[in-house]
């Protein structure tokens, strides 16, 4: 099993340097013994596992899952030997969490303060999740732990644990005094119109809320909003909107923590923007202690919702 543990990383090496020279290289081994490890796990899949082209080699299809495979074997060896090494030496795990924007922007700071509390000697690393790329950077093991939309890109993963932990409505959010309100009849709703007299601010980062603000809103209210504001940034856009007449669609659990002034939804009601969201890892970590422990937090912080 150790010989083809090595013989796996490797490849995963030869496949990163996309040559067997650079490969040899880097890892101070003779091309001839890199080519014997290729032979051996390619007689051992029984699978073409690299095809060589002008520059150098590339992974085969099946090249690319036996890499993703090793890598998560790496990250499986690397979890363990801390955990057994912690009990001789003084060594600290670390722990790959990734979360989309609004995770990030302070929702999991008591969880993951619980949690290093808990587990004093865990290195957590809170990442940004690449669009587009949670799912294999999960199976790859790359990370852990992704906090994000449970119905994630690529389908579905049957090596991938996805646990709902609450939804979040997407909604027109404005400053608690903004003038719009003063606008409000008997029954508490606001002339659509008078929307469009104030600026908005796109919240760019997640590219569906440029396509809500520009098409669900214009829906609503009968003509494209004034926006004047495109922002990346979470924190840039949640100031702006407390400091002036901005509008903008963010998602509820953003603003919660906001105050002095607090921002609060306006009357303007957009259809299907509730996504449920929660945490999504590699199935076999549930054996890992942390992993389990964070899940716990979690539920105790969202509640468990079916």
């Known amino acids: 099993m150790l010989d083809q543990i090595t013989h796996l ?3 995963r090496t030869i496949l990163e340097e996309g040559s067997l020279r650079r490969a040899s290289e880097k890892l101070n081994v003779t091309q001839p013994a890199l080519s014997r490890s290729l032979a ?19 992974a085969t299809a099946f090249g690319e899952r036996v890499l993703s495979i090793s890598n998560r074997i790496e990250r499986y060896w690397e979890i363990a030997e801390d955990e057994l090494r912690s009990e001789v030496v003084e060594k600290k795990t670390l722990m790959r969490i990734g979360g989309g924007p609004v995770w990030r922007s302070g929702i999991l700071s008591g969880v993951l303060s619980q949690l290093q509390q808990r587990f ?4 957590i690393e809170l990442t940004t999740l690449v669009y587009g790329k949670t799912t294999q950077n999960l199976r790859d093991g790359q990370l852990d732990v992704a906090f994000t939309g449970v119905a994630l890109e690529g389908g579905t993963s049957p090596g991938l644990e996805r646990v709902k932990l609450t939804e979040v409505t997407n909604r027109v959010f404005a400053r608690e005094d903004h003038p719009v309100f003063a606008e409000r009849d008997s029954k508490g709703h606001i002339d659509p119109l008078r929307y469009l007299e104030y600026p908005w601010i796109v919240y760019s980062e997640l590219p569906a809320y440029r396509a809500i603000t520009e098409h669900a809103v214009a829906e609503h209210i009968g003509e494209r909003p004034n926006i004047r504001f495109v922002c990346q940034n979470l924190l840039s856009v949640l100031t702006i909107l407390q400091h002036s007449n901005a509008l903008s669609v963010l998602p509820a659990l953003a603003v919660n923590a906001i105050s002095s002034p607090r921002l609060v939804p306006v009357p303007l009601q957009l259809e299907a923007n509730t996504v449920d969201v929660g945490m999504v890892f590699r199935r076999e970590l549930l054996d890992w202690e942390p992993v389990g422990v964070l899940l716990d937090l979690c539920r105790e912080r969202f509640g468990t919702l079916a």
């Open 9 to 11: 990383f490797r490849l």
């Open 40 to 58: 051996q796990l390619e007689s051992y899949f029984g699978q073409q596992l690299v095809e060589r082209h002008a520059r150098g080699v590339r």
């Open 120 to 123: 004093p000697d865990l290195v």
